[in-house]
């Protein structure tokens, strides 16, 4: 027993010292070779600032390609001369002047608030509900507004961010804040696509200009001068939802097709194909938020009753009227605008004629 127990001993004695001796052996390697990359890193300091010195910088600052075992567009480039124009563009250019301009779309909507004040119905309400949204509408418009809504927090905070927040929040949470407006906005961009395609599909149809949106605007909407309070006559959509409709396709299309390019950089694309898309994006976006701005403000606060039918799906007969007096006059008939009108009991009846026909 005690032999045995002496014999695993002097295993494990052995054992130790082998690997003790082997770790010793690779770290008076490592530092060996630490300390001969230390070396050499000081060669290569002397040789490029010392030998190459300002030609080879100059060179390098000129944007002259160097040579690189990788095949990528522009490896060999250390410095990108043209990247120097990008950077003024955003950060002396785009990104003071679309401060201004959301400032200022902020204070429009407050002094015509102040000034104009909102647009109230002028004949009281009826109590008789007219259909306007379906539960589909509704669904795509909540979910387009709340990604583009979050995506413009996401990138203003990535814009801005190091101007409002870093100063005031301790360094680690700045870290995670930029981290995460990133992750958000790399990642639900593409939701965005989505969502704007689903729009495009649903309601061009009621987008398209016609005669009556002219007069529409000779006479600003009735919202505004002497105008205000005329309701000019509107089909389902007003003059003014079809241009900010189409302003969203347009420049909404614009940031999706930038948005693509700079979140999936795998397809070849050179540093200034990435500065383009970034800076269309950017300007793009700027646009579109400035423009939704007002959207909001009248959904919210700048017309009495409007924002009913968005959320409950359906609208006041006289907001109807008012507002929308040629849809008015076109559904006001319908079966489902009628008092007493189930739509469960409705659809109930259609699904069983449905499964006694088949
Ligand atoms: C808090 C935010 C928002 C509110 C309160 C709001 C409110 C409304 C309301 C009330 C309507 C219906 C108007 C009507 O019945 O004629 C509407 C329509 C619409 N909204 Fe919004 N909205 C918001 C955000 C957004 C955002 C962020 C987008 C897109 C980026 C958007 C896009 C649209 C579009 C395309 C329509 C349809 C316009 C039409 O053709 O009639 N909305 N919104």
Not at 132 to 156: E, I, N, Q, Y
Not at 198 to 214: E, H, P, Q, T, Y
Not at 347 to 353: I, S, V
Request: hydrophobic share 45%; aromatic share 14%; net charge neutral.
């Amino acid at each position: 027993m005690t032999k045995r127990i002496q014999h695993w001993f002097f295993l494990l004695t052995t054992a130790m010292i082998l690997i003790f001796s082997l770790s010793a052996a690779a770290s008076n390697e490592n530092s060996a070779n630490s300390e001969s990359e230390r070396l050499g890193e000081s060669v290569v300091r002397h040789e490029v600032i010392g030998f190459a010195g300002a030609d080879y910088w100059r060179a390098v600052k000129d944007g002259q390609e160097g040579y690189t075992t990788s095949k990528s567009p522009e490896h060999g480039v250390l410095i990108s001369v043209p990247g120097q124009t990008w950077f003024i563009m955003k950060e002396k250019w785009m990104s003071p002047l679309g401060a201004l301009a959301i400032f200022g779309s902020l204070v429009m909507v407050a002094l015509a608030y102040v000034v104009v004040g909102p647009l109230k119905l002028s004949n009281p309400k009826t109590g008789r509900k007219i259909k306007r949204w379906s539960r589909l509408d509704r669904a795509l418009h909540w979910s387009l507004a709340f990604t583009f809504l979050t995506l413009a927090f996401s990138g203003l905070t990535l814009v801005y961010g190091k101007y409002f927040i870093k100063p005031i929040v301790p360094t680690e949470l700045w870290g995670w804040v930029i981290n995460a407006a990133k992750q958000y906005h790399n990642y639900i961009g593409p939701l965005f696509a989505i969502f704007l395609v689903a729009v495009l599909v649903k309601w061009w149809r009621k987008s398209i200009f016609n005669k009556v949106d002219m007069q529409w605007f000779m006479k600003m909407g009735g919202m505004a001068g002497k105008h205000k309070g005329s309701h000019p006559s509107a089909g389902f959509s007003n003059a003014g939802e079809k241009v900010i409709f189409w302003l969203l396709i347009f420049f909404g299309a614009f940031i999706v097709v930038s948005g693509f390019i700079l979140d999936f950089p795998i397809f070849d694309q050179t540093r200034r194909d990435m500065e383009l898309s970034h800076l269309v994006h950017m300007l793009s976006a700027l646009i579109l938020i400035c423009g939704f701005i007002f959207h909001i403000y009248i959904g919210l606060f700048g017309m009495e009753a409007a924002l009913d039918g968005m959320i409950t799906g359906e609208v006041d007969e006289t907001w109807a009227k008012e507002h929308h007096d040629l849809w008015y006059e076109e559904v006001k008939d319908l079966p489902e605008n009628q008092p007493g009108f189930d739509e469960k009991a409705e659809a109930d009846k259609k699904g069983n004629a449905a499964q006694d026909n088949a």
